[in-house]
């Protein structure tokens, strides 16, 4: 038997293991980046990996939302597959922002934070205590939360298969010193 079969049985996993993959290998948190997977080759290899395995044993899923993955996961979990075109993500293992209108300022900045992988991810893993702040928009309901709709579109940047993720979500709660949210179609610099 390979070793994913042998760890997809569950036989000689080590405890922590899933838990290591996450706060290790995909998300580090420290200095000691050594066991970091980079390739998107690796990183797709891992991310499959966690699922087979949580797919298998419940305590690995309990084990993966421990090591950090809930807050990703919970603002993944509101985003609807109608918001992205169909087609799949480059070649080269990114996906990009769609540009609503004149946003093209606000996604060359949104694409440097998203490519410096220490803010990617602390990012991702950070709880700022806040919950939803759930308002209707566009006939549905959205999180009017700076912060967590960043996180939510790293976290589609970072696992989604689609070729762009649709910003309009962030750009509703992007809001001008008025309080408005950001109007897609005025050109502005990123300062």
Do not use: W
Request: charged share 25%; hydrophobic share 35%; aromatic share 14%.
């Amino acid at each position: 038997m390979n070793l994913i079969g042998t760890l997809l049985t569950g036989d000689y996993l080590p405890k922590g293991f899933v838990g290591y993959l996450f706060n290790e290998c995909l998300f580090p948190q420290h200095g000691d980046k050594s066991h970091e997977l980079k390739s998107t080759n690796s990183r797709k290899v891992a991310y499959e990996l966690i699922f087979r395995l949580c797919q298998t044993d419940a305590s690995q899923l309990d084990e993966l939302f421990q090591a950090g993955f809930k807050k990703i996961y919970k603002s993944i979990s509101h985003v609807k597959l109608s918001y992205y075109y169909k087609e799949f993500r480059s070649e080269y293992g990114y996906a990009g922002i769609h540009n609503l209108g004149c946003i093209c300022y606000m996604i060359a900045m949104l694409q440097q934070f998203f490519l410096t992988k220490p803010f990617r991810y602390l990012v991702l893993m950070a709880d700022d205590g806040v919950e939803e702040n759930l308002v209707k928009h566009a006939s549905r309901e959205i999180d009017d939360n700076l912060f967590h709709q960043l996180q939510t579109m790293f976290a589609n940047l970072e696992l989604t298969e689609r070729q762009e993720y649709n910003p309009e979500d962030f750009c509703f709660a992007f809001k001008d010193f008025d309080g408005n949210p950001v109007n897609v179609g005025v050109q502005q610099d990123a300062q």
